[in-house]
């Protein structure tokens, strides 16, 4: 898969309490071009992306302190203590977190449990054992929620403009460029197949 | 030392672990993640996988002795440990962890105990197995042994 680099590769968080598979899924991700974090539990997820959950944090490093944005999670559903799932709430409630695309791993094909999630604001569900060719449905989540960020800006922009009676011309560069993400986004949608409910091999 | 022998001989024993289903096709998506950047990464991930079931089954053999009849409980911890054994393709490991499962859901202390049985049998088995294939790799000059520092051509 050939990926021209022009800017920052993007930056995925996995989340998973078994060690064999949070090594699969780094792999898995490094091999799709993705730079990757992996933690072992929800609270440890949290405290990455620093929101403190309780109790004194016990990761020892911050995203913020390495410079790190992430641009997407990615998170067994059953982990002891926080689940997935509640992982996934939290980040939703989270004024600085909830624009982050959240992909929710579970090896059991509950469909209550994947439309829980979807319901909750996941954007993809994936059955395990994931695969590499899952890892292509993850860029459009990623463009898709820039793009969203984006239009949202430029909404705010000119309706400050608007409300201050500012003479100010809004970017030219901002709007073709959403526009042009917008087109991106309509390209990327046509990609994306509905596969949330696909039925696979247990 | 014939590595091509070798090799024929590692490729056979995969084909055999394939053939009487021990591995299944999830086993090749691991190996196919291998690359000069990681050239164990299969064997790391079996490793770490043996190391990770041992510790899960003995969950489940203390659930067993202590909590008589908790099968909510039995079927959790067992659940876990199919979930590993899928990540890496151990078939026939898998289907007994299935059939524990089942009997947890028949209430069927008996047939729980038995399975359970066989999950570690089979555990054991594939553990062996497993050994002797990357064993036989490394032998054939597949595996590198010295670890390389990184350079500017590195991936990561």
């Not at chain 1, 993809?124 to 993850?138: I, T």
């Not at chain 2, 022998?5 to 024993?13: E, F, V, W």
């Amino acid at each position: 898969m050939a990926v021209v680099a022009t800017e920052r590769p993007f930056h995925v968080l996995a989340v998973d309490d078994s060690l064999p598979d949070r090594k699969l899924i780094e792999r898995l991700l490094k091999t799709s071009s993705f730079q990757v974090t992996t933690v072992d539990s929800g609270s440890k997820a949290l405290q990455f992306l620093g929101i403190h959950d309780d109790d004194a944090s016990t990761v020892s490093v911050h995203a913020h302190q390495l410079d790190i944005t992430v641009n997407l999670i990615i998170t067994d559903y059953c982990m002891p203590g926080m689940t997935g799932y509640d992982l996934l709430k939290k980040i939703k409630e989270s004024s600085s977190l909830r624009d982050i695309p959240v992909v929710i791993m579970s090896s059991e094909n509950i469909p209550s449990r994947i439309n829980r999630c979807l319901e909750e604001g996941a954007d993809e569900f994936f059955l395990k054992p994931v695969r590499l060719s899952d890892m292509s449905k993850l860029k459009p989540h990623i463009l898709k929620s820039r793009c969203r960020e984006h239009y949202q800006q430029e909404q705010q922009h000119q309706q400050s403009d608007s409300n201050s009676n500012s003479n100010d011309c809004s970017n030219p560069t901002n709007k073709s460029s959403c526009d042009s993400s917008r087109k991106r986004k309509a390209e990327d949608n046509g990609e994306i197949l509905p596969q949330k409910n696909r039925p696979r091999h247990s | 030392m014939d590595y091509s022998n070798l090799r024929r001989q590692a490729a056979s024993m995969k084909k055999s672990l394939f053939d009487q289903g021990y591995l299944d096709e999830q086993f090749c998506q691991v190996e196919d993640l291998q690359d000069e950047a990681s050239p164990n990464f299969a064997e790391e991930v079996v490793t770490l996988f043996f190391k990770d079931s041992a510790k899960l089954i003995s969950n489940v053999e203390q659930a067993l002795e202590k909590y008589p009849k908790d099968f909510n409980r039995w079927d959790a911890y067992m659940q876990q440990l199919k979930g590993s054994c899928s990540s890496i393709g151990a078939s026939r490991m898998k289907s007994e962890c299935m059939s524990f499962r089942d009997y947890c859901g028949q209430g069927n202390v008996e047939g729980c105990m038995r399975s359970f049985q066989k999950v570690k049998r089979e555990h054991g088995a594939l553990r062996q197995k497993l050994e002797a294939y990357f064993q036989l790799l490394r032998q054939a000059g597949q595996l590198v042994l010295l670890e390389l520092p990184p350079g500017p051509g590195c991936k990561n």
